[in-house]
T-cell receptor, first 114, second 110 residues
Framework: GDSVTQMEGPVTLSEEAFLTINCTYT??????LFWYVQYPGEGLQLLLK?????DKGSNKGFEATYRKETTSFHLEKGSVQVSDSAVYFCALSGLTGGGNKLTFGTGTQLKVEL | DTAVSQTPKYLVTQMGNDKSIKCEQN?????MYWYKQDSKKFLKIMFS???????INETVPNRFSPKSPDKAHLNLHINSLELGDSAVYFC?????????FGSGTRLTVV
């Protein structure tokens, strides 16, 4: 079945550091790929998405490129801020009889310090 | 306007009790879901309904029973609650790849 593997956290960075969170996937067909962010005590918010190979999703300075050849969707940001501290989830969606089932990675906690 | 709202936000109850969590979406989406997030933050789908019809039922104990009275509502009823049911339960809705999550219900079984 479908699966998503992402790097374990927690990841602790200083403000303005470069961020990479690795994500690889296993899926049949051509899934759409997503990064979701969960701030403390809140629900999940879509950060960015890519729906086909070589697509680049971007939002709020975060980027990720859908790499079919390496089955990867790594999240990057050039300069993190304290406000980026959250848990980040990589996910893929597979169509299942009328609905999109999201399969999530285990989440990576990011802590950004001054 | 809240897109996907679920109630209650917090639920503390004793083992053996029966409880329900309600979810409503005003986005006009055809598909609704329940996801469970455990203490290690791992998220896993439980159920999915498309236009009131059950389409995904993952390996979930039959103490959990979803009910969708119409396509804007998906409730989750849990019988005979166990300690291991303690988690955050997220409702979501989707149209195509566009997913919207509720803010979660933190269930604590004592």
């Amino acid at each position: 079945g479908d699966s998503v593997t992402q790097m374990e956290g927690p990841v602790t960075l200083s403000e303005e550091a470069f961020l990479t969170i690795n994500c690889t996937y296993t899926a049949t067909g051509y899934p759409s790929l997503f990064w979701y962010v969960q701030y403390p005590g809140e629900g999940l918010q879509l950060l960015l998405k890519a729906t086909k190979a070589d697509d680049k999703g971007s939002n709020k300075g975060f980027e990720a490129t859908y790499r079919k050849e390496t089955t990867s969707f790594h999240l990057e940001k050039g300069s993190v801020q304290v406000s980026d501290s959250a848990v980040y989830f990589c996910a893929l969606s597979g169509l299942t009889g009328g609905g999109n089932k999201l399969t999530f990675g285990t989440g990576t906690q990011l802590k950004v310090e001054l | 306007d809240t897109a996907v709202s679920q109630t209650p936000k917090y639920l503390v109850t004793q083992m053996g009790n029966d409880k329900s969590i309600k979810c409503e979406q005003n986005l006009g989406h055809d598909t609704m879901y329940w996801y469970k997030q455990d203490s290690k933050k791992f998220l896993k789908i439980m159920f999915s309904y498309n236009n009131k019809e059950l389409i995904i039922n993952e390996t979930v104990p039959n103490r959990f029973s979803p009910k969708s009275p119409d396509k804007a509502h998906l409730n989750l009823h849990i019988n005979s609650l166990e300690l291991g049911d303690s988690a955050v339960y997220f409702c979501a809705s989707s149209q195509g790849w566009s997913y919207t999550f509720g803010s979660g219900t933190r269930l604590t079984v004592v």
